[in-house]
Nanobody
C-alpha cells in the first residue's frame, strides 16, 4: 500500500487545516488508519486513529475536541480535520495503516512520507 499525505501548510494559531491520506496500490479495506506527528527534536507521536469500519476512533489527549478523523471508502482516503490549531501542533504529520487501531506506532505496517504543518503564533 502506498500512502500519500496532503493538505499541510502554514496557518495562524486558531486556524484549521484538513489533512488527507490517500491510498494507492490497494484499498484501505480492513486496515485501521492512524495519524502520527513528529516535531523537530521529538519522537514520533500518535495523534489520531480510526478503525477499519469507522466505528472506533482514538485521539491523543491534547487534540481531543479539536481534531476529528474520518474515512471515505469510495475515495479511498482518510481525513484528519484539525481546528483551533496551536503552535505546538507544528510537526510533520504521517498517516499509517495497520491491522488494528492502536496508539502504538509499531502496530502500523505502511507509512506515508508526511506533510508539514506549521502553526504560527
Amino acid at each position: 500500500v502506498q500512502l500519500v499525505e496532503s493538505g499541510g501548510g502554514l496557518v495562524q494559531a486558531g486556524g484549521s487545516l484538513r489533512l488527507s491520506c490517500a491510498a494507492s496500490g490497494r484499498t484501505f479495506g480492513y486496515y485501521a488508519v492512524g495519524w502520527f506527528r513528529q516535531a523537530p527534536g521529538k519522537e514520533r507521536a500518535f495523534v489520531a486513529g480510526i478503525s477499519w469500519d469507522s466505528r472506533r476512533t482514538s485521539f491523543e489527549d491534547s487534540v481531543k475536541g479539536r481534531f476529528t478523523i474520518s474515512r471515505d471508502g469510495a475515495e479511498n482516503t482518510v481525513y484528519l480535520q484539525m481546528t483551533r490549531l496551536k503552535p505546538e501542533d507544528t510537526a510533520v504529520y504521517h498517516c499509517a495503516v495497520g491491522g488494528r487501531l492502536t496508539q502504538e506506532s509499531r502496530g502500523y505496517t505502511y507509512w506515508g512520507q508526511g506533510t508539514q504543518v506549521t502553526v504560527s503564533s
